[in-house]
């Protein structure tokens, strides 16, 4: 069981800045992680991901450009560099990894994917 806190959500004006963390409990090189957000009545959906043993990524179109997905191994710690935020980005923000031989290939943004989960982090951003 992987146990994952995430940290750094907080209240920003559009076009400001925030860093999410999450903070892994176990090993995290060579694994599926990613970054969900789920707004108030809509369904959980997917960021970006990244396989931590080689460092690809996908990211969803509507960060693309704006959100960036980074890693510290020797921390455990995933993080999400979120700029150019604009009010649609409200919501909570969940880390998620893939236990471990769960998946091969490119990472993925299917919430379903994903074996354990962060309570999140909420992040609001106004107009």
Not at 38 to 47: D, S, T, V, Y
Not at 58 to 64: I, T
Not at 81 to 86: H, R
Not at 92 to 102: D, L, T
Request: with cysteine.
């Amino acid at each position: 069981q992987v146990q994952l806190v995430e940290s750094g959500g907080g209240s920003v004006q559009a076009g400001g800045s925030l860093r999410l963390s999450c903070a892994a409990s176990a090993y995290t090189y060579g694994t599926y992680m990613g970054w969900f957000r789920q707004a108030p009545g809509q369904e959980r959906e997917g960021l970006v991901c990244i396989y931590t043993g080689g460092g690809s990524t996908m990211y969803a179109d509507s960060v693309k450009e704006r959100f960036t997905i980074s890693q510290d191994n020797a921390k455990n710690t995933l993080y999400l560099q979120m700029n150019s935020l604009k009010p649609e980005d409200t919501g909570m923000y969940y880390c998620a990894a893939v236990r471990r031989g769960g998946r091969f290939g490119p990472c993925s943004l299917n919430v379903g994917g994903y074996d354990y989960w962060g309570q999140g982090t909420q992040v609001t951003v106004s107009s």
